[in-house]
């Protein structure tokens, strides 16, 4: 058999690895040299064709060029790899002289400021966020609520009514966040401590209405809910979320279907010079609709009111955004004009205490 002359095929192999200009190109030299069919292993192989003296020659010789091509290969493809991440960096340099792009910032709205503060200060209370839907039915907005088809109250709200589906059943536009009581109350057995914002709908607009404007619901059920529970909760809350430790409050004797008695609770406040202040002086302001949930009421959700007593109360979300952080025009809350959002808009960081206030 005759033997290549390895000095030879050294130089070849060489000059094969160094003109290899691709990972892929090197990969065929390696695999021509030193695969199970290349040409070094053909060298080796001829080996045990030798005489032990030929052999104890060709050996080390042989051993010494395999090294010395797989370390050329080594060589070069760390070298072609380091070259390519190079070229790639360069590439993907930032030009850091670039002109910056302007950044705004976001803001939150105020009716999602507020939601999180009333949410924050019932969550310290121990009362559990719930939810229902804005598309409800008759039963679940006017008739469980003690409500029956002809109940005068029924004229109080201005509702919105949608087309009724093929079944012939008439949907409407919730026109409060009650409906989540009847809803709570009918999917679990008490006791209750709920707390429910939500969007609601009327028809109606001026000032200070919006077709679509925003409550929070409160409810609580239990076995020895009183009056005094009733007071003691909604006292605190103004007082947390105005953040006036001796806010002045009084609670009027009022009208809803589906509490008895009903209170409206009024905050005190002052209106000297056109100006409106909070906590001070001897007006007042109404803030939210409330009473001891009506017996009806328990009973048409199946909750026994012999056992079972408790109050709910509702707040209008964006009457109490603009009584506390003095924005005139209720309308203009959903007119998506961006200068007013940056204006009465509020950093996301301004995250709401559970004690009321705001932790910058
Ligand atoms: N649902 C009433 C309204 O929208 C508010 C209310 C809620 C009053 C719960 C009493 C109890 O006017």
Redesign the pocket.
Known sequence: MTMQDPTETETELLAAVNGADTLDALEQVRIGALGRKGRITDLMKSLGGMSPDERRAAGPALNGLKDRISSAIDARREAMETSGLEARLRQEGIDVTLPVRPETNGSVHPVSQVTEELVAIFADMGFELAEGPDVEDDFHNFTALNMPPEHPARQMHDTFYLTPDESGAQRLLR????TVQIRTMMSRPPPHRIIVPGR?YRSDSDMTHTPMFH?V?GLVIDRATHMGHLKGCLIEFARAFFDIDDLPYRFRPSY?P??EP?AEMDIGCSRADGELRIGAGDDWLEIL???MVNPRVLENCGVDSSVYQGF???VGIDRIAMLKYGIPDLRSFFESDLRWLRHYGFSALDVPTLAGGLAR
Not at 175 to 178: D, E, F, L, N, V
């Open positions: 026109t409060h966040t009650s609601t409550q619901e809803f589906f509490t009903s609709g409330c009473g709910a109360f509702g």
